[in-house]
């Protein structure tokens, strides 16, 4: 089945510094990416949807300067956290459907801890 | 009224229980619907996919009813092993428009 790689799955930095987070689609294009937050014991978040070639669609109240979204290729997205504060500690996960109403296959996820 | 809607939960159970869950969505259009598990610190995982008025794959059954627009899961013989927060989803029936996460009900079943 399709697969989609998620890296890094965990990422421990200092306050101040950015991260990059990357989500390739293995065996499918995927035009669409979205990325999610989520805290513990809550749901999903959804930050923003990635589409390739065009500006990234950010959520309300997500900020698109701190949250950069880069959607290259037909198969790798990219979330980079800029300046990450301890509050953006979180686990961020990313998923893309093989079509509009397909299912939606997610990366494995990543746990931010910012010091 | 939000767009998904789930039992809160936490649904706590005893190996071998049957336990069943709701969750109710707003949009009549929507064809097709999704349940996924998800472990703590994991990624969500398809559990079962819901396009006609049901489906049943081993111990777990799936119903849809349109007519209320909503769609249960049941699980049969529970195992400790299906302890994990199940998703509803509703992907959706247009460009533009994004797939609807359910709050999530969390399942705990106990030995």
């Known amino acids: 089945g399709a697969v989609v790689s998620q890296h890094p799955s965990r990422v421990i930095c200092k306050s101040g510094t950015s991260v990059k987070i990357e989500c390739r689609s293995l065996d499918f294009q995927a035009t669409t990416m979205f990325w999610y937050r989520q805290f513990p014991k809550q749901s999903l978040m959804l930050m923003a949807t990635s589409n390739e070639g065009s500006k990234a669609t950010y959520e309300q109240g997500v900020e698109k300067d701190k949250f950069l979204i880069n959607h290259a290729s037909l198969t790798l997205s990219t979330l980079t956290v800029t300046s990450a504060h301890p509050e953006d500690s979180s686990f961020y996960i990313c998923s893309a459907p093989l079509d509009i109403s397909e299912k939606l296959f997610f990366g494995s996820g990543t746990q931010l801890s910012v010091l | ?111």
């Open chain 2, 1 to 111: 009224r939000k767009e998904v809607e789930q039992d809160p939960g936490p649904f706590n159970v005893p190996e071998g229980a049957t336990v069943a869950f709701n969750c109710t969505y707003s949009n009549s259009a929507s064809q097709s619907f999704f349940w996924y598990r998800q472990d703590c610190r994991k990624e969500p995982k398809l559990l079962m996919s819901v396009y006609s008025s049901g489906n049943e794959d081993g111990r777990f059954t799936a119903q849809l009813n349109r007519a209320s627009q909503y769609i249960s899961l049941l699980i049969r013989d529970s195992k400790l092993s299906d302890s994990a927060t199940y998703l509803c989803v509703v992907p959706p029936d247009n460009y533009g428009q994004n797939f609807v996460f359910g709050p999530g009900t969390r399942l705990s079943v106990l030995p």
